[in-house]
């Protein structure tokens, strides 16, 4: 176990570098700082030169691939580090320079058991991109397939484990605070980094992740994802289909190759709400690096998706109660929307229905039938997260990750099309779902399965009923166990000492009565 005083040195020299960067401003000011916390802040910056405008980003990408990756998951909570910063951290692209490829080299024919040329015919030792956890190298197979082969920085697990210890620990002291700082849950919240990096840190549970996407996706044909290549793939090597496209961050490139960047923009969005709603399973990570434009068929064109270490999953009590807020806000009924929330238990139940419905109304109200372009998300997301605290509702991570990427996803389809209208394009899907799930069929259907499903269990429901109330023209009790049987229940060798006891005193009774 590590002490306390690594944890704070740690912390103070983390804290050294954020100082440095401003991204200390924000929690020295805000009213619901604990204490303590404003205290630490302060001392952290001490001496330092704070700059006028905070770089939270560049703050985290100094301190080192964990921070990198723990900034990605605040970029999610702007009730818990502001909007200002969620924003700024939101531009982590995690490249860092690239490892050599002796070490690389290494750590492919150890993980995978072979070398190197019995895997790959050739493989580019310069590298595509280099991230965080992993890089990238282009390859081809002994088979003549291109492929991209994904590896995991050399110590990189040890690196995150001595973070991740420290980040833990930081939160159960300032969770312990109370108030403000124990309703927005922070152990909750290095929780969910520290399953996301576990899956991140395994490469083989990152190209699950790709195989279920893909299958759940069948039904999408404009989406696509990469085929995972098992026989080259372990816990630090992924191997995986090359993706031949063009980046949508690409956006002058796409023009010139023709791309319908209006269509581009709503298959992504279509594609988004499969994911999230229909399915319960989805990219969480779909910034416009990771996503590229390919050709399809009879001129439609398709997404392609890559970087499958953050996933989010939903379950489908919650997608329902998900679809039904996104319909009511997208219709304005705001009074179903805040029942929902009261139906879910995401606010507590001694606050009032109709004034939850009409701060909602406050909020989505100045949003609707706008286009993108003239929307401010950050606007609404902080008039959303003064809501949580006016009604004291506690986190709900899988939101907070679907609300993160839906925000990523706004983004990139504002930038091919600005003047699209997520309400427009939802609307439909979103409709078509509930219809789906919860009309008429949908209840008939569940009611059958529910219905059948108890029939199965009667037998065994009658069994146990007859084994507890025995009827009493039935067969009769078994006699007791004998105590020679009841030794041996309790065990072999007392069993065994019992018997062999039996049998000498039986000897000695015989050899006495023949005498």
Request: charged content about 25%.
């Amino acid at each position: 176990m590590t002490a306390p005083i690594v944890h704070l040195w740690r912390l103070l020299k983390w804290g050294r570098i954020l100082a440095r960067h401003g991204a200390l401003r924000g929690i020295e000011r805000d009213a619901n700082t604990p204490t303590a916390v404003r205290r630490l802040a302060r001392l952290a910056r001490l001496g330092a030169r704070v700059p006028k405008v905070p770089r939270y980003a560049d703050a985290f990408q100094a301190i080192g691939p964990a921070a990198i990756k723990l900034g990605q998951t605040l970029a999610t909570r702007a009730d818990l580090i502001g909007e200002d910063a969620a924003h700024d951290l939101m531009r982590l692209q995690d490249a860092l320079p690239p490892v050599g490829f002796d070490r690389i080299r290494a750590t492919i024919e150890g993980s995978l058991g072979r070398p190197l040329d019995q895997v790959y015919r050739e493989i580019e030792e310069v590298p595509i991109g280099a991230a965080s956890i992993a890089q990238v190298h282009r390859a081809v197979t002994i088979d003549g397939r291109r492929v991209a082969v994904k590896v995991l920085r050399p110590g990189v697990d040890q690196d995150f484990a001595r973070a991740i210890d420290t980040y833990e620990w930081a939160a159960a002291q300032l969770e312990a605070l109370g108030g403000e700082a124990a309703r927005l849950r922070p152990r909750l919240v290095i929780a969910s980094f520290k399953r996301w990096t576990a899956r991140e840190l395994d490469l083989r549970r990152e190209g699950a992740s790709a195989s279920e996407l893909a299958s759940a996706m069948e039904a999408e044909a404009g989406f696509h994802v990469p085929a995972i290549d098992w026989q080259r793939t372990s816990g630090k090597v992924l191997t995986l289909e090359w993706i031949d496209g063009i980046k949508l961050s690409n956006r002058a490139a796409l023009v010139e190759a023709g791309y319908d960047l209006p269509a581009l923009a709503q298959l992504l969005v279509r594609s988004f709400l499969r994911q999230a709603i229909s399915e319960g399973f989805f990219h969480a990570d779909m910034h416009q690096g990771n996503l590229f434009a390919l050709p399809g068929a009879h001129g439609q064109a398709r997404i392609a998706a890559i970087d499958f270490g953050i996933m989010g999953r939903i379950d489908r009590r919650a997608r329902v109660w998900l679809a039904e807020i996104l319909y009511g806000l997208i219709t304005g009924d705001y009074r179903r929307v805040a029942e929902i929330h009261f139906e879910a238990g995401y606010v507590p139940p001694h606050h009032d229905v109709a004034e939850f419905a009409t701060a909602l109304r406050a909020v989505g109200e100045p949003m609707r039938g706008l286009p993108v372009k003239d929307m401010s998300v950050g606007a609404m997301l902080d008039g959303l997260f003064t809501i949580t605290r006016d009604f004291d509702m506690q986190t709900q991570p899988h939101l907070l990750l679907l609300q993160k990427t839906m925000v990523v996803v706004e983004g990139v389809a504002t930038r091919l099309d600005p003047d699209i209208n997520m309400w427009e394009t939802s609307g439909p899907f979103v409709r078509e779902w509930i219809r789906t799930e919860l009309g008429p069929e949908a209840w008939a259907a569940d009611r059958i399965v529910a219905d059948l499903k108890t029939f199965a269990r009667l037998p065994e429901l009658l069994r146990n009923i007859e084994a507890r109330y025995p009827s009493p023209g039935g067969e009769p009790p078994p006699p007791p166990l004998r105590e020679i049987e009841v030794v041996r229940v309790g065990g072999g060798w007392r069993y065994a000492a019992v018997a062999v006891l039996s049998a000498a005193l039986s000897v000695a009774a015989t050899v006495a009565l023949i005498r």
